[in-house]
């Protein structure tokens, strides 16, 4: 019996130290975090049992050392990881009579700053616990750290580098397809801070929590909330914290479990430390875990329902993933119909199949994931072709991972900014249709081209299911395309993505052709110059985008679906033509500097983003204020109005 569990221990180690590996060097996951707590928690117990540890197990390594071109520096004292618990019984046996602070186990990277005479002199990541990676220059762009202390002495205090959930949703969202790789705010924060270019983590928006002092040179202090209080006091945020005695863990624990979801920072559980710096330094440490502190993992809440299918979801990519689709079950308060499978190595490996008997539970809390398949039918089969634009998918194999591909660059799901664009609110404006709600419905291949954005009554069953919508939501976007539907050659111009095609252009032509779409589409580059304000290259994308044949189709079932309506200004006096403009600060008669540059802009008026010796006139109800803009108009003798000046001068109603 004794060696069969050796045996078992064999097989769990490698296992572990390459998801271990994959984690903490490559910034990816290949198995979700509940499998590894498993198979770590496995691996524990057999070692408990048998007195054996294996060299290699990584129940007594500290880490994995970072991969990456930064340099490296050890640090002075070893950065040892946390034991950890599912059991609130277990955390008040360790507090004991003790006061303990109960925070957020953030989910991030962990960086040590180090100050001297006030400024930052250097940051390393954790890194193995013994070598971390130098990553001063990329600290200094965290969107939150201080930059310069009151404090004069060397301080060294450790943190946690994060991006918020909110910042992850958008960041990730944007960035180019090369890069959409990241699966959650902790590899996108690494990928961000281990690199070698500093504007790339400024942008990323990282942000530093403090969460442990080590060095404050001729400070002293009794309690780590005296030290928190301190850093906090100097500029650094940190991690937020309660004070509890044993009594009040299981209301602290509650507290922050209700919490978790409108918390911003990604975090994977709890830290409970001991506040009394003196006895918890008096309790050591083991050879990997300090005793003083502990973490504590949330229980996951499971549930058992059944599968209904799976829902082939393309991105933007061209990557196609497997979204497992369930009878409803409620889960942390919430409602869940649907979880990612990620790809179809980890499909495959649950071996499901319509109808299986599943468990479901919310990793940390907030993503749905598929626990266990309880009768592992394996019936599911990748679809041959691209749930959205209907071109053959292919397989890839890494060799780690088995993730399904559309083949056709063209495909719809691979538009996204083209939709965005297209339902923008100088565009079509498609009212409430977020840039969130047209990816799904991308991926979901209910919008596939232009004209099925005023088709979503065809797909109310199909949307009216789907999490955060329901019968109100669909309603409203039908309402918002139907209004959206009734629009004008201007707005259908400036929404097809027609290179050098703004807004302005769009009105250009509309005037021009006199909404005519049909004389637009005949015309030549020639007759395209003669327009003022179109130019050689602006009438050469004009001509190739009329000319392209999947252009033609687009806009043809584009035309059997709206009706199209006189421009507006079609009628309107050109009398502010060949003058050019500069709005800039705040307006009283319009809305916002976008209406009055459409008002202008109708009477044939340009409106410019910069003053030049071109300018007519610079807008600005601040006339008397030191700005770039007043300074330049001065130099080069522009007039500078108010609104109210402007508004008489040019005999507008506002």
């Excluded at 710096?277 to 502990?294: C, E, H, N, V």
Aim: charged share 25%; with cysteine; proline share 4%.
């Amino acid at each position: 019996m004794k060696m069969q569990k050796i045996e078992r221990m064999k097989e769990l180690i490698p296992v572990l130290n390459e998801a271990g590996r994959a984690y903490y060097r490559e910034s990816r996951e290949i198995m979700s975090n509940r499998e590894y707590d498993a198979l770590y928690d496995e691996l524990v117990r057999l070692e408990q049992e048998t007195g054996v540890v294996l060299s290699d197990s990584p129940t007594v390594k500290v880490g994995y050392e970072t991969v990456s071109n930064l340099p490296k520096k050890a640090h002075p004292v070893p950065m040892l990881s946390q034991n950890k618990t599912k059991s609130v019984e277990e955390l008040q046996s360790f507090l004991g009579s003790q006061t303990g602070l109960l925070s957020w186990k953030m989910d991030g990277l962990t960086v040590v700053l180090t100050y001297e005479g006030g400024e930052m002199l250097e940051a390393v990541t954790r890194g193995d616990g013994r070598i971390g990676a130098i990553v001063t220059a990329n600290a200094r762009a965290f969107r939150n750290i201080p930059r310069q202390i009151a404090f004069r002495g060397r301080l060294v205090l450790r943190g946690e580098a994060v991006i918020t959930y909110p910042d992850f949703e958008e960041i990730n969202r944007l960035l180019p397809e090369s890069e959409a790789q990241y699966k959650n705010p902790r590899n996108l924060c690494s990928g961000s801070v281990l690199q070698l270019n500093s504007q790339v983590t400024a942008e990323r928006r990282v942000r530093f929590y403090a969460f442990a002092l080590v060095e404050a040179e001729g400070m002293t202090f009794t309690l780590h909330s005296e030290e928190l209080a301190w850093l906090s006091e100097e500029g650094f945020e940190v991690v937020p914290f309660k004070s509890l005695r044993q009594e009040e863990l299981p209301a602290g624990v509650l507290e922050f479990k209700n919490a978790v979801a409108s918390n911003p920072i990604p975090s994977d559980g709890l830290v409970l430390l001991m506040d009394d710096i003196a006895y918890g330094r008096s309790l050591g440490t083991t050879a990997k875990y300090p005793r003083d502190s502990i973490a504590f993992k949330w229980e996951d809440e499971t549930a058992r329902t059944h599968l209904t299918g799976i829902e082939w979801s393309a991105s933007r990519t061209g990557l196609i993933n497997p979204v497992a689709l369930f009878e409803p079950v409620e889960l942390e308060g919430t409602t869940v119909s649907r979880a990612s499978v990620h790809n179809l190595s980890i499909m495959e490996g649950l071996a499901l199949g319509e109808g299986d008997e599943i468990s479901v539970y919310k990793a940390n809390m907030i993503i749905p994931q598929i626990g266990e398949n309880f009768t592992r039918s394996g019936t599911v089969r990748p679809p041959v072709f691209c749930p959205v634009c209907g071109a053959p998918t292919e397989i890839r194999d890494t060799g780690e991972a088995r993730t399904l591909y559309c083949s056709n660059p063209a495909c719809p799901a691979k538009q996204l900014k083209s939709f965005e664009l297209f339902v923008s609110r100088n565009a079509i404006n498609i009212e409430g249709l977020s840039e969130a709600t047209l990816e799904e419905f991308l991926s979901a291949g209910i919008v596939k081209s232009y004209a099925d954005l005023f088709r979503l009554a065809e797909h109310r069953d199909q949307i009216v299911t789907r999490e955060g919508f329901g019968e109100k939501s669909w309603q409203k976007l039908c309402d918002a395309a139907e209004k959206a539907r009734h629009t004008t050659l201007t707005r259908l111009l400036a929404a097809l993505g027609i290179s050098q095609v703004g807004t302005a252009t769009a009105r250009l032509l509309s005037r021009y052709f006199r909404d005519d779409i049909e004389a637009l589409r005949q015309a030549s580059e020639e007759e395209l110059c003669q327009i003022e304000g179109i130019g050689d290259v602006t009438a050469a994308g004009i001509r190739a985008w009329f000319s392209d044949a999947e252009n033609a189709r687009q806009l043809d079932e584009l035309l059997t679906v709206l009706e199209m309506e006189k421009t507006e200004d079609s009628g309107t006096e050109q009398d502010l033509d060949g003058l050019t403009f500069v709005i800039t600060g705040s307006l009283t008669h319009f809305p916002n500097r976008d209406a009055l540059k459409t008002e202008i802009e109708k009477r044939g008026g340009k409106v410019s983003g910069s003053v030049s010796a071109k300018t007519t006139a610079l807008i600005n109800n601040d006339a008397a204020s030191n700005s770039t803009k007043n300074k330049t108009a001065q130099k080069f003798g522009v007039p500078v109005l108010t609104e109210d000046e402007f508004l008489q001068k040019y005999s507008f109603e506002a």
